[in-house]
């Protein structure tokens, strides 16, 4: 009995409410495990993104550090660093968000303000042009990585929680609804067969006093 709802009634009306009840439950059960599969494909894809995103920071990185010491080689370390903190490049990262499977996920992009490099073409070297091209290529990438990454969290996490729900569905919520519902129709049926064997009892005593 430990199943059954409490507060039910042995009622035809309380039956009715049960089975649709039952109904909607497994109609959402159905549901939400096709967002779970959907959910845990978007999850996968996000996976091999991320993978392929590394990869490109990676290598930016290593281009933009390679290009770094070239110039320091070639110009020295003190004159890179002068240049460096002359530069006015600057950078806005906008955030917003966009649905996926009913998941918030977001949605990065960064914009750089890049004026004429603080440096005249003969007391500098190529280099130092391409250390600063690599370098931005290389923080779009990272912001890129970014945005995956907090993408696969937020996938996971939702992954968890509807695999929550379609468990407590399958073993908690649709097995009670299940239990009720005989509980309701049972008792229904043995007062069925009581008010017969009433009623045959009465008919019985009046066709005999007849």
């Given at each position: 009995m430990s199943k059954i709802l409490p507060g039910t009634k042995t009622t035809r009306m309380e039956l009715l409410l049960l089975k649709n009840r039952k109904r909607l439950a497994e109609r959402?059960?159905?549901?939400?495990?096709?967002?779970?599969?959907?959910?845990?494909?978007?999850?996968f894809n996000a996976i091999a993104e991320i993978k392929e995103a590394r990869q490109t920071v990676e290598a930016n990185l290593k281009e933009s550090f390679s290009a770094l010491t070239q110039a320091k080689m070639i110009m020295g370390p003190a004159r890179v660093i002068e240049f460096a903190n002359s530069s006015k490049v600057s950078a806005n990262l906008d955030i917003s968000?966009?649905?996926?499977?009913?998941?918030?996920?977001?949605?990065?992009?960064?914009?750089q303000e890049i004026p004429e490099f603080p440096y005249s073409l003969p007391d500098s070297s190529a280099k130092l042009d391409t250390m600063a091209i690599k370098f931005?290529?290389?923080?779009?990438?990272?912001?890129?990585?970014?945005?995956?990454?907090?993408?696969?969290?937020?996938?996971?996490?939702?992954?968890?929680?509807?695999?929550?729900?379609?468990?407590?569905?399958?073993?908690?919520?649709?097995?009670?609804?299940?239990?009720?519902?005989?509980?309701?129709?049972?008792?229904?049926?043995?007062?069925?067969?009581e008010d017969f064997?009433?009623?045959?009892?009465?008919?019985?005593?009046?066709?005999?006093?007849?």
């Amino acid at each position: 009995m430990s199943k059954i709802l409490p507060g039910t009634k042995t009622t035809r009306m309380e039956l009715l409410l049960l089975k649709n009840r039952k109904r909607l439950a497994e109609r959402g059960h159905n549901l939400l495990k096709e967002k779970r599969d959907s959910l845990i494909m978007e999850f996968f894809n996000a996976i091999a993104e991320i993978k392929e995103a590394r990869q490109t920071v990676e290598a930016n990185l290593k281009e933009s550090f390679s290009a770094l010491t070239q110039a320091k080689m070639i110009m020295g370390p003190a004159r890179v660093i002068e240049f460096a903190n002359s530069s006015k490049v600057s950078a806005n990262l906008d955030i917003s968000t966009r649905s996926m499977m009913g998941v918030r996920v977001p949605v990065l992009s960064i914009s750089q303000e890049i004026p004429e490099f603080p440096y005249s073409l003969p007391d500098s070297s190529a280099k130092l042009d391409t250390m600063a091209i690599k370098f931005q290529e290389a923080l779009k990438a990272i912001v890129q990585l970014a945005e995956i990454e907090s993408t696969v969290k937020r996938l996971a996490l939702e992954i968890e929680r509807t695999k929550r729900r379609v468990s407590a569905l399958e073993t908690v919520v649709i097995p009670r609804l299940e239990a009720t519902t005989r509980f309701v129709k049972l008792a229904l049926e043995e007062r069925e067969r009581e008010d017969f064997f009433r009623i045959k009892i009465i008919r019985d005593r009046i066709t005999a006093e007849q």
